[in-house]
């Protein structure tokens, strides 16, 4: 029995400005089959560590250089090819540079309290709870359910 599989890299990102807000990206819904308000991150690249993947991605999208992402936990589940597709799940609130939105969507500082009323990418909230409940750090989609997964927090 083989031990590999199939699997694709990713990496999210929540940056804290210390005042109660967060970075938050509109995602293109004509762009992204996962549309509406997210954390910046992006694909993991071949030979690209995970904690130089995730400042790239940060970099890329919002204009800012973070330092000392955290690792808090990840987000994962299986592809339609039964692919898995990992999440890896960071946050920091030490960095440096202007926001400026990108090709991928527009970013901007966001109240955390602020969150519910956003178009939100679908789960987002729960989500939001891997990167700031201390006792969580896994939210896997076990199956699907007709339009909805089963969520599994850990």
Known sequence: MSRSEKVILTNMCLIEDG?????MQMRDPKRYAWSGAALPGGHIEAHEGLVESVIREVKEETGLTIHHPQL????????KEDIRYLVFLYRTSDFEGELYSSEEGQVGWVARE???QLDLAYDMLNLLRVFEEGDLSELFYRER???DFVREFW
């Open 19 to 23: 005042k109660g807000n967060i970075v």
């Open 72 to 79: 808090v936990g990840m987000k994962h589940w299986y592809t």
């Open 145 to 147: 359910l007709a339009d």
């Open 114 to 116: 602020e969150l519910a």
